[in-house]
C-alpha cells in the first residue's frame, strides 16, 4: 500500500486541532504519553537548565513546549508543524501560557535546515516516524546535530519497531490490546489502519545508531513501552 503524502498528512492534522490541545489526553492512542510528556521535557530541563532557544518539530498544538515551559519560562520557541491550524493553536496557547514563540514554519521538517548552533533543545513529538527511510532518518538527524548548541540536547517521543520479526509482533499484539481495551475493536482496527497508510516507525536500536553516526556523544533511553519510547541525545 502506497503511503500517505505529505498533503494529505497535514489534511488529517488540520482536522484533528482539538484532539490534541490537550496536554492529559491529546495523545490518548499513545500509551504512558503523558509519561513520556514528563520525562521528555524534564529531562530537557534538568540537562540544559539556562537554554534559551528551542526548536519544537512537529509541536502539534504545542503540548510540549507548554510543558518544557514550566520549567524552563525563559526559552524562546521556534515552532515547526505541516499544519498552519496546528500552528496557530500552537502560538495562541504558548503566548496565553506567557512562552515567547519567535518563529513558526508550516513546512516538511525534512525541507528545513538551521544555522550551526541555533538551538539549546530541541524536541520531536510522534513526528519522526513519518521520515520514510534510513537516509532521511540520517539527514534529520544530522541537521538536528549541527543545529544545536554544544552540550543541546535533541529529546524524542515516538513509536518505534523492534529488530526481530517475533518480537515485534508481540510489541503489535500488546498495543492492539490496548487500543481494544481503551475503546474497543473497531478503534483498534481504525488506528492500525491509518498506521499502515501514514507511518514508517523504524526500529528503535536502529535510531539509536543512527543517533551516533550523527555525532551525538551521549543517547539517554527514559522510558520505554512496547512499541513507544523516549529517549534523548546530547551533542
Not at 540537562?47 to 519560562?73: E, W
Not at 505541516?82 to 496565553?96: E, F, K, N, V, W
Not at 540520517?138 to 520479526?165: E, K, M, Y
Request: with cysteine.
Amino acid at each position: 500500500m502506497p503511503k500517505s503524502t505529505v498533503d494529505e498528512i497535514r489534511a488529517r492534522f488540520d482536522a484533528d486541532v482539538e484532539r490534541f490541545s490537550n496536554l492529559d489526553t491529546g495523545q490518548s492512542s499513545t500509551p504512558d504519553a503523558p509519561l513520556m510528556l514528563e520525562l521528555v521535557t524534564d529531562a530537557a530541563a534538568r540537562t540544559t537548565p539556562l537554554a534559551s532557544r528551542v526548536l519544537d518539530m512537529g509541536c502539534g498544538a504545542g503540548n510540549y513546549t507548554l510543558k518544557l515551559l514550566q520549567r524552563l519560562p525563559q526559552v524562546e520557541v521556534t515552532l515547526v508543524d505541516l499544519s498552519q491550524p496546528m500552528l496557530d493553536r500552537a502560538t495562541q496557547r504558548i503566548t496565553a501560557a506567557g512562552g515567547t514563540v519567535t518563529q513558526t514554519h508550516a513546512a516538511d521538517l525534512r525541507t528545513l535546515t538551521w544555522d550551526a548552533g541555533s538551538f539549546d533543545i530541541i524536541m520531536a513529538s510522534m513526528v519522526l516516524h513519518h521520515l520514510r527511510s534510513p537516509a532521511e532518518w540520517h539527514a534529520v538527524l544530522a541537521r538536528c546535530h549541527r543545529a544545536l548548541r554544544p552540550g543541546g540536547g535533541l529529546w524524542i517521543a515516538d513509536f518505534f519497531l523492534q529488530a526481530t520479526a517475533a518480537v515485534d509482533a508481540l510489541m503489535w499484539a500488546r498495543y492492539g490490546e490496548y487500543l481494544r481495551a481503551f475503546k474497543g475493536e473497531a478503534y483498534r482496527d481504525h488506528v492500525f489502519a491509518y498506521i499502515e497508510k501514514e507511518d514508517s516507525p523504524a526500529p528503535l536500536m536502529q535510531v539509536v545508531d543512527a543517533l551516533r553516526h550523527a555525532g551525538f556523544s551521549t543517547v539517554e533511553l527514559l522510558h520505554k513501552n512496547g512499541l513507544f519510547a523516549a529517549l534523548g541525545a546530547i551533542r
